[in-house]
């Protein structure tokens, strides 16, 4: 049996046809691939934006109601009035709060411990007895913190580089 040249070109034609739809096809599967991982990508990118956001809030939140407590610590060594306790047990309660809602086990010690060393205070203990102590992990948490801020504007993989542990100029304190 020979094929005259109209049944060759149309042979020619469903070949063509099929290598065509066959390379569409893995085209468009390379396509979608590369756009699945791009979006999930951007997913995660815009997860950790959020994280960073959030912890960004939470520290700069922090700060402030770090040294709002211990200003109303040191407020109570020449008014101890009700008001003057309830503005200071206020300002433990915020920053045990927000201290618990960061990321790093650093400042979470450190608000606790700043929360449970004024807490002597709100309990009678004669505030200079304790302002040292409550003045020292203030600071080194209000610095670590501030650290921590800086970081949330770097890249997620080189934080550790600017991030250090312990703290620069500290001691990590359990």
């Known amino acids: 049996?020979?094929?005259?040249?109209?049944?060759w070109g149309f042979v020619g034609v469903i070949v063509g046809g099929l290598v065509t739809g066959l390379l569409t096809l893995g085209v468009e599967f390379i396509r979608a691939n590369k756009a699945a991982a791009l979006d999930g990508a951007k997913r995660q990118d815009d997860r950790q934006l959020g994280r960073d956001q959030f912890q960004r809030e939470t520290l700069l939140e922090l700060q402030d109601a770090v040294t709002n407590f211990a200003t109303a610590l040191g407020r109570l060594h020449s008014v101890r009035t009700p008001e003057a306790v309830a503005e200071a047990s206020r300002a433990a309660l915020l920053v045990g709060t927000l201290g618990s809602?960061?990321?790093?086990?650093?400042v979470r010690t450190a608000s606790d411990k700043l929360v449970t060393t004024?807490?002597?205070v709100l309990k009678g203990e004669p505030v200079l007895a304790v302002?040292?102590?409550?003045?020292?992990?203030?600071?080194?948490?209000n610095s670590r913190a501030g650290e921590?801020?800086?970081?949330?504007?770097?890249d997620p993989s080189r934080r550790s580089e600017i991030l250090s542990y312990p703290p620069k100029g500290g001691k990590a304190d359990g």
């Not at 302002?131 to 948490?141: K, L, Q, R």
């Open 1 to 7: 049996m020979t094929w005259d040249a109209a049944t």
């Open 101 to 106: 809602r960061v990321d790093d086990d650093l």
């Open 118 to 120: 004024g807490a002597a």
């Open 131 to 141: 302002m040292d102590e409550a003045t020292t992990i203030a600071v080194a948490t």
């Open 148 to 154: 921590l801020i800086r970081a949330t504007f770097v």
